[in-house]
């Protein structure tokens, strides 16, 4: 059974950078050509997709977010990182990490998530 | 950018059937797939590409994908179906997976 598990510091200072690691258990990240997603809810409101990686590298991130966002794939390790930077308290959410449904490209329908990590930015 | 547009709130009897709607530009040009997500926890895939459903989540929920909306039902509500439910695509023009504000699901 495939699982995925969020880690990262609950408590992020403003203007700082946001870390979160997802390792995947259960299977391999690069035995398969999924590609691997991040997600957030800030608390109360709606669902927003952050990015997705492949095995190799490959990215999509979200426009608005593009110019802070950066994940990666430690395939080594079989996990994939987020990094957001210069956050703010908008950036205070709960962050899931989730694979989708069928291998390759979009459109994906997310289908295994991590229980998600609640990150709060404050100082 | 790409904009999904759900009703905040939706009732339903015990037994009876629930719709949610999920609004945008030729979505039916679009696969819809469907959320549930139960306080505190990490949401729940129930529908995927308009109307297929995962193993294990039961026959009481179909989707369907037409013009300018797209359709959860719940046939049959239980009071486990009591849920926060979005919907989400791809948009391809502007290369972003986009979510719908989601709908509050009661049960009477």
């Known amino acids: 059974q495939l699982l995925l598990q969020e880690s990262g510091p609950g408590l992020v200072k403003p203007s700082e950078t946001l870390s979160l690691t997802c390792t995947v258990s259960g299977g391999s990240i690069n035995s398969t050509t999924y590609y691997w997603g991040w997600i957030r809810q800030p608390p109360g409101k709606g669902l927003e997709w952050i990015g997705s990686i492949y095995y190799s590298g490959s990215t999509y991130y979200n426009p608005s977010l593009n110019s802070r966002v950066t994940i990666s794939v430690d395939t080594s390790n079989n996990q994939f990182s987020l990094k957001l930077s210069s956050v703010t308290a908008a950036d205070t959410a709960v962050y899931y990490c989730?694979?989708?449904?069928?291998?390759?490209?979009?459109?994906?329908?997310?289908?295994?998530w991590g229980q998600g990590t609640m990150v709060t930015v404050s100082s | 950018s790409y904009v999904l547009t759900q009703p905040p709130s939706v009732s339903v009897a015990p037994g009876k059937t629930a719709r949610i709607t999920c609004g945008g530009n030729?979505?039916?040009?679009?696969?819809v797939h469907w959320y549930q997500q139960k306080p505190g926890q990490a949401p729940v895939l129930v529908i995927y590409?308009?109307?297929d459903r995962p193993s294990g989540i039961p026959e009481r929920f179909a989707g369907s994908n037409f013009g300018n909306t797209a359709t959860l039902t719940l046939s049959r509500v239980e009071a486990g179906d009591e849920a926060d439910y979005y919907c989400q695509v791809w948009d391809s023009s502007s290369g972003r997976v986009v979510f719908g504000g989601g709908t509050k699901l009661t049960v009477l």
């Open positions: 989730a694979r989708p449904m069928l291998q390759g490209a979009p459109p994906w329908a997310f289908h295994i």
């Open positions: 030729n979505i039916g040009s679009k696969s």
């Open positions: 590409y308009d109307s």
